[in-house]
């Protein structure tokens, strides 16, 4: 069983910058992949970024790319989340996700653990 503590959300205005954190605890290994998914109210949940071990395996999905930087210190187990530019578009609730492979993916259903999420608000 994997624990993931999600944190770093909150409300910011169009064009500001947040930085999430997940810290994950538990049976973890250091090459699994590890991800952030995002679902807005009413929408699927979707795939955001995705990180494995030695900063392998970075998948973007294409709404987030220049905008988004994935990062990950395998000592500390803990998965990073930088976020500029930030749009109306990316409010949501933000989850961190933990898949018991090396390789990653965008399907949700693929991955074993999953955080509480962390709400990011973005205003116009």
């Known amino acids: 069983q994997v624990q993931l503590v999600e944190s770093g959300g909150g409300s910011v205005q169009a064009g500001g910058s947040l930085r999430l954190s997940c810290a994950a605890s538990?049976?973890?290994?250091?090459?699994?992949?590890m991800a952030w998914f995002r679902q807005a109210p009413g929408k699927n949940r979707e795939g955001v970024a995705t990180?494995?071990?030695?900063?392998?395996?970075?998948l973007y999905a294409d709404s987030v790319k220049g905008r988004f930087t994935i990062s990950k210190d395998s000592a500390k187990m803990i998965v990073y989340l930088q976020m500029n530019s930030l749009k109306p578009e990316d409010t949501a609730m933000y989850y961190c996700?933990?898949?018991?492979?090396?390789?990653?993916?965008?399907?949700?259903?693929?991955?074993?653990?999953w955080g509480q999420g962390t709400q990011v608000t973005v205003s116009s």
């Open positions: 996700a933990v898949r018991s492979e090396w390789y990653c993916t965008m399907i949700a259903a693929e991955y074993n653990d």
């Open positions: 538990g049976h973890t290994r250091i090459n699994d992949c």
């Open positions: 990180i494995a071990g030695g900063g392998m395996g970075i």
